[in-house]
């Protein structure tokens, strides 16, 4: 069975500081992995996914995330944080079929202080 | 950009009540999607559709519940006899089903059942 987990409900970081958020997976065979973000009273958003390739991901708003298959992890960073950031992030993964269902971790709550 | 769509944005209805929730998926993908999150939670997967059928569907997927491709366009999901448990954040995706491409997802439609 597939699944990922993000260790911390919330994560608080100072305005131009990095941030990272934490995300881990287990999966049997290649992981497909995703981060999406949820603003207030707003759907979800695509962030970046790793399907195969480099390492290092880039994506929308200045994200990269790192996957690192001996520690099966795949943390979200940024280099430096904008108040604008605070959001709901979502680690994910898919089976090996872009049709498969993701399944979601259970969020963490980015806030940025000013 | 093309986008998925859904409507309502909100709606409230009395427990017991039939529901349908619309979504417009984008316009070349081939694979739809329905996910919940009760507030608070996390998503959660409900039914995966493709080629008039139902490809997957989770054990949340019970017989209360039913998806249809109406015509072209539409995507739907209805409930048939609403509970207080329904309550959550509705969430409609799409594909196209290229093994590199993500899900994306619509705005939500927020159901308060009371």
């Known amino acids: 069975a597939q699944s990922v987990a993000q260790p911390e409900d919330q994560v608080n970081v100072a305005e131009g500081n990095p941030l990272t958020v934490k995300c881990t997976y287990s999966?049997?065979?290649?992981?497909?992995l995703f981060w999406y973000v949820q603003y207030p009273n707003r759907g979800l958003q695509f962030l970046l996914k790793?399907?195969?390739?480099?390492?290092l991901v880039k994506g929308s708003y200045g994200f990269e995330a790192e996957f690192n298959k001996s520690q099966t992890s795949f943390h979200l960073k940024k280099p430096s944080a904008l108040v604008s950031d605070s959001a709901l992030y979502f680690c994910?993964?898919?089976?090996?079929?872009?049709?498969?269902?993701?399944?979601f971790g259970s969020g963490t709550r980015l806030s940025i202080r000013p | 950009e093309p986008e998925v769509t859904q409507t309502p944005s909100h709606q409230v209805t009395q427990m017991g009540q039939e529901v349908i929730l619309r979504c417009v998926p984008i316009?070349?993908?081939?694979?739809f999607y329905w996910y919940r999150q009760i507030l608070g939670q996390k998503v959660e997967f409900l039914v995966s559709?493709?080629?008039?059928?139902?490809?997957?569907k989770s054990e949340i997927f019970d017989d209360q519940f039913s998806v249809e491709r109406p015509d072209g366009s539409n995507f739907t999901l209805k409930i048939r006899s609403t509970k207080l448990e329904d309550s959550a954040m509705y969430f409609c995706?799409?594909?196209?089903?290229?093994?590199?491409?993500?899900?994306?997802f619509g705005p939500g439609t927020r159901l308060l059942v009371l």
């Open positions: 999966v049997s065979g290649n992981p497909y």
């Open positions: 994910a993964v898919r089976g090996y079929s872009s049709a498969s269902k993701i399944i």
């Open positions: 790793y399907i195969t390739g480099d390492n």
């Open positions: 995706a799409s594909t196209n089903g290229i093994r590199r491409e993500t899900q994306y």
């Open positions: 559709f493709y080629n008039n059928e139902i490809s997957e």
């Open positions: 316009s070349n993908h081939l694979y």
